[in-house]
């Protein structure tokens, strides 16, 4: 029956059953504390596209690793917090102007239920418009990017790019340069704008314990956003996407780096740019998945004791049916 879709029963096969993230139970961004949703966008790349189907292939590989507990730390993950997931947001791809505003809404809505957007691409440009909404709230933003590009190459302000999104982002106050960190780099730009880069081989000379160290020695206590473009990772680990770029990380290292990013105070999270096209046994979707699972664990670890010292918080439960 429908309930048993979404339990921890361990009958419930990976390979059939309901392709929600983590088998989180459908439902609106409202009363949960940490939401998943999808962008199906890839209006935006400068390559390859097809990170429009990324969302819907992460969610069926996450099926692989949504039962149990998590591995290393044995977290019962499935209940540790109320976690949904809420859909794609849905736009008209003929009026293609209109997806920014959007994305924007379906990330407010979240924002406004008080609750953890955990975000799954599309192209990397719909990072842009999560961050606006969360630095409508909190203020600008400490950003930890991982990817092989910068995203930051100066740009018109009237376009649209996932190559320049953090070029606007930062001009326009969304990011806190001084506390930003950019990692696993191998593409070269003019200017970071002041955002420290930690390239790969940087990574690859320093390893994991010190990449991770170095990250939260820069951003600190400030409020902060964790963003994974798919193509940080070697293509050799991640072949599915728009701009592969040889030399990257390993899915080990980068999955090192992300599981110790707890005491960082993530307002949101998202892994972008899979595009199931160019996969390989869903390899890449996969590790889309994997990352995505780190993330909703440093989640967990982030906003239980916060969870727990609130009790008021269905008080001011708003009601939005639409
Ligand atoms: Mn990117
Ligand atoms: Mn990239």
Not at 229 to 249: E, N, R, S, W, Y
Not at 290 to 308: D, F, G, T, V
Request: net charge negative.
């Amino acid at each position: 029956m429908i309930e048993e879709w979404f339990s921890n029963n361990p009958n419930l096969p990976t390979f059939a059953g309901p392709t929600s993230l983590f088998r989180f139970p459908y439902g609106n961004p409202e009363g949960a504390d940490v939401v998943a949703w999808g962008v199906p966008l890839d209006l935006t790349t400068t390559g390859r596209s097809g990170a429009r189907l990324g969302p819907r292939a992460i969610r069926a590989a996450s099926t692989m690793i949504s039962w149990g507990k998590s591995f290393p730390a044995g977290i019962d993950f499935k209940s540790a917090l109320k976690a949904v997931d809420a859909g794609d947001c849905i736009f008209d791809h003929g009026i293609a102007q209109d997806f920014v505003e959007r994305i924007y809404e379906f990330a407010d809505r979240i924002v406004s239920a008080n609750a953890i957007p955990l975000t799954m691409g599309g192209d990397h440009f719909i990072s842009y418009p999560v961050i606006k909404a969360l630095a409508k709230k909190h203020g600008p933003l400490a950003l930890v990017h991982f990817d092989a590009h910068p995203d930051t190459w100066p740009d018109d302000e009237k376009r649209t790019d996932h190559g320049t999104m953090f070029y606007h982002a930062v001009k326009e106050g969304l990011i806190d340069p001084k506390k930003s960190v950019q990692i696993g780099l191998r593409t070269y730009v003019e200017d970071h704008l002041g955002i420290l880069c930690l390239d790969a081989p940087w990574v690859h000379e320093n390893g994991a314990k010190k990449t991770y160290q170095a990250i939260k020695d820069r951003v600190g206590k400030q409020a902060a956003y964790l963003t994974f473009d798919i193509d940080c990772l070697d293509p050799a680990f991640a072949p599915g996407t728009g701009t592969p770029v040889p030399g990257g990380l390993s899915s080990a290292t980068a999955l090192e780096i992300v599981r110790n990013l707890n005491q960082i105070d993530f307002k949101g999270y998202d892994v972008v740019e899979v595009s199931p096209p160019f996969d390989h046994a869903d390899m890449t979707a996969l590790a889309g998945a994997q990352l995505l699972l780190e993330m909703y664990l440093l989640a967990i670890q982030n906003h239980l004791p916060a969870k727990s010292g609130k009790k008021t918080k269905g008080k001011n439960k708003k009601n939005i049916n639409s």
